[in-house]
């Protein structure tokens, strides 16, 4: 079993940058696909990046590709999200999710999620 920590969350303008940090504990880090998921308000959860057990495959979604970066550090058990070029529709609580199944973009493949962080882009 996975226990996921956020962090890196805060208040940007609109244009600026933040990475988001989770950090895993429990099962082998290496042997989860890693994803991040974001909720806004009055919105349901989507879809944000994936990146595959090695970190060689990513996977991203439409709105955030470009801009965004996922990335891990196995030995660190860590999985980061770069984020750039924020815009204010950007704004929601990030979640940091795990799976031990194949990389997906539906946040019912993954088995365990993180507590949130949020991010607020001011425009």
């Known amino acids: 079993q996975a226990q996921l920590v956020e962090s890196g969350g805060g208040l940007v303008q609109a244009g600026g940058s933040l990475r988001l940090s989770c950090a895993a504990s429990?099962?082998?880090?290496?042997?989860?696909?890693m994803g991040w998921f974001r909720q806004a308000p009055g919105k349901e959860r989507e879809f944000a990046a994936a990146?595959?057990?090695?970190?060689?495959?990513?996977r991203y979604a439409d709105s955030v590709k470009g801009r965004f970066i996922i990335s891990r550090d196995n030995a660190k058990k860590v999985v980061y999200l770069q984020m750039n070029d924020l815009k204010p529709e950007d704004t929601a609580v990030y979640y940091c999710a795990a799976t031990d199944k194949s990389i997906a973009d539906s946040d019912y493949e993954y088995d365990y999620w993180g507590q949130g962080t949020q991010v607020t882009v001011s425009s």
């Open positions: 429990g099962r082998t880090f290496s042997s989860y696909v």
């Open positions: 990146i595959s057990l090695s970190g060689i495959r990513q």
